[in-house]
């Protein structure tokens, strides 16, 4: 099963684009990456998920390498309640979402 | 995106005790649902699968007897925690999902065995 690996945190400032890193290095080639967040005591909400091409929503676009091994997560405009934990998760072979650490966004003012 | 309810959003029991939380997709037919367990300050950890009309799948190290779950319905899920005790006090998210489509969360039930 494809492993992810994030950063254990990073600031923001409010007002300023975030950009979360992921690295799968060892995704398929029919896997997708999927994205949630958790803020505090709440349970997790679905960003956006992609398998090759760039992505975008209302709530972030989502940024894959040509070779698929890593991606990037975009808020544009990152506010206070942009603050949560964000998991860049790749299905497991029973495709099951198994959430890792995940990375701890807080964004300031 | 859809909307997944669960209930209650918190609970209090006294240890020996069952509890049952249930899990409904609101706008949607959820052919599966799954259960997670999160401790404080620790990501979720999957508890077991769920297809509508079958046996629930649960992950290595849960306890099947303990948590009963049923998915009877394809907009209903329930686990029931039986005879609680104080390390069963966690906070318990399901999800659903449509096929192979997206999986959505619930808000999550927390739960505090005495």
């Known amino acids: 099963d494809a492993k992810t690996t994030q950063p254990t945190s990073m600031d923001c400032a409010e007002g300023r684009a975030a950009n979360l890193p992921c690295n799968h290095s060892?995704?398929?080639?029919?896997?997708?990456v999927y994205w949630y967040r958790q803020i505090h005591s709440q349970g997790p909400q679905y960003i956006i998920h992609?398998?090759?091409n760039n992505e975008t929503n209302e709530m972030a676009s989502l940024i894959i390498t040509e070779d698929r091994k890593s991606s990037t997560l975009i808020l544009p405009h990152a506010t206070l309640r942009d603050t949560a934990v964000y998991y860049c998760?790749?299905?497991?072979?029973?495709?099951?979402?198994?959430f890792g650490a995940g990375t701890q966004v807080v964004v300031t003012p | 995106g859809a909307v997944v309810s669960q209930h209650p959003s918190r609970v209090i029991c006294k240890s020996g005790t069952s509890v049952k939380i249930e899990c409904r997709s609101l706008?949607?037919?959820?052919?599966?649902m799954f259960w997670y367990r999160q401790f404080p300050k620790q990501s979720l950890m999957l508890m077991a699968t769920?297809?509508?009309?079958?046996?629930?799948?649960?992950e290595q190290g849960v306890e099947k007897d303990k948590f009963l779950i049923n998915h009877a319905s394809l907009t209903l899920s329930t686990l029931t925690v039986t005879s609680a005790h104080p390390e069963d006090s966690s906070f318990y998210i399901c999800?659903?999902?449509?096929?192979?489509?997206?999986?959505?969360f619930g808000p999550g039930t927390r739960l505090l065995v005495l």
């Open positions: 999800s659903a999902r449509r096929d192979e489509e997206t999986q959505y």
């Open positions: 060892t995704i398929s080639g029919n896997e997708y």
């Open positions: 992609g398998l090759k």
């Open positions: 998760i790749v299905l497991d072979s029973w495709g099951k979402l198994q």
């Open positions: 706008d949607f037919q959820a052919t599966t």
């Open positions: 769920s297809n509508e009309g079958s046996k629930a799948t649960y």
